[in-house]
Each structure stands twice: as C-alpha cells, then as structure tokens.
C-alpha cells in the first residue's frame, strides 16, 4: 500500500487515487508535427528515479496533483495541487 498525500484531502490510500503519467510538455498545436504528438501521446521516459507525475483524487475531492515520486522505490517527496 502506498500512502499519498492529496493537498485537498490529506492522505489516501493510492487505492483511491489514479496514476496519470509523468507530467509532460504539451507541443504547440499550431507548428507540432505528427512525430511530436506521436512522442507526446505514447512515448514516456520511465526512468528509475524521481519522476514528477500527475495524479487524480476519484474517491474524494475529485481533483488532479502533482507529486514527486521515486519510481524504484515508491518514496514520495512533494505534493501541490494542479
């Protein structure tokens, strides 16, 4: 069980959250190529280390954050609200 710190709720149970991926750069829709958004929407890094990612409370405050979470060992440094 990992223990996440939602800035709305307090701390949940990763039961009642939902990972969404690393945060990421959205590429400019008006000049992005398809190679860009194929990268943007598919390919993620997933490195072995801190990796800041985006988060979803579905079973409280239904609200998305961010964290800062060591991927090798689930240790989770920082949260802020979206």
């Known amino acids: 069980m990992i223990v996440v710190n939602c800035p ?3 701390p949940r149970n ?3 959250l939902r990972p969404c991926g690393e945060v990421t750069t959205r590429p400019d ?8 958004w194929r990268t943007y929407l598919y390919l ?6 801190w990796v800041t990612e985006t988060w979803y409370c579905r079973s ?3 609200r998305y954050f961010t964290i800062e979470r060591n991927t090798a060992t689930n240790e989770i440094r920082d949260t802020e609200a979206s």
């Not at 829709?29 to 860009?36: D, Q, V």
């Not at 993620?44 to 280390?49: K, L």
């Open 14 to 16: 990763s039961s009642d």
């Open 60 to 62: 409280g405050c239904r």
């Open 8 to 10: 709305n709720c307090g």
């Open 29 to 36: 829709p008006a000049t992005a190529s398809l190679s860009e």
């Open 44 to 49: 993620r890094e997933n490195p072995a280390g």
